[in-house]
T-cell receptor, first 113, second 111 residues
């Protein structure tokens, strides 16, 4: 299957700092990428949908000024958590669509101290 | 009523057993059906993708879709301890952007 990578796989930061997470589709071009958040033992929660070259569409309740998404190319999307706080600690997973199949990255565990 | 219903389990079976995982859905507009496996602290891995009623087999895995009953299944034959994970069904409407997920079923295969 198609491969999606994420970097970093884990990050620890101080409260108030910003953290950038990269998501790349390695062997295909993805017109649409997705960012999810997952709490322990819970299902995936969609945060936003991004299409290459256009602004991301955020789900209700997700602060777009806090979670900045840039879909700069057909193979790269970034999520920046700005002014991170401990409640932002979570597992963030990106995903990329290839036709009607969707492939997920390995996830990034963010811990905000 | 949720769009997609999936029994969260947990489901525990002995090694070698046949496992049956199921989802039901209410919207007949769903056209594409996926099963994902997610290990703890990892991203979901696409196991099976189907778009028509009937069976699709890949190794020990068989995905079954019954559009008339709005029911999809994933069967795992000769289950192994390494199959222990959470299994998510995910459905997609033609032309839609967002996948709709089931709750996920936590599966444990006991040696």
């Amino acid at each position: 299957g198609a491969v999606v990578s994420q970097h970093p796989s884990w990050v620890i930061c101080k409260s108030g700092t910003s953290v950038k997470i990269e998501c790349r589709s390695l062997d295909f071009q993805a017109t649409t990428m997705f960012w999810y958040r997952q709490f322990p033992k819970q299902s995936l929660m969609l945060m936003a949908t991004s299409n290459e070259g256009s602004k991301a569409t955020y789900e209700q309740g997700v602060e777009k000024d806090k979670f900045l998404i840039n879909h700069a190319s057909l193979t790269l999307s970034t999520l920046t958590v700005t002014s991170a706080h401990p409640e932002d600690s979570s597992f963030y997973i990106c995903s990329a669509r290839l036709y009607n199949e969707q492939f997920f990255g390995p996830g990034t565990r963010l811990t905000v101290l | 009523q949720k769009e997609v219903e999936q029994d969260p389990g947990p489901l525990s079976v002995p090694e070698g057993a046949i496992v049956s995982l199921n989802c039901t859905y209410s919207n007949s507009a769903f056209q594409y059906f996926m099963w994902y496996r997610q290990y703890s602290r990892k991203g979901p891995e696409l196991l099976m993708y189907t778009y028509s009623s009937g069976n699709k087999e890949d190794g020990r895995f068989t995905a079954q879709v019954d559009k008339s009953s709005k029911y999809i299944s994933l069967f795992i034959r000769d289950s192994q301890p390494s199959d222990s994970a959470t299994y998510l069904c995910a459905l997609l409407i033609q032309g839609a952007q967002k996948l709709v997920f089931g709750q996920g079923t936590r599966l444990t295969i006991n040696p």
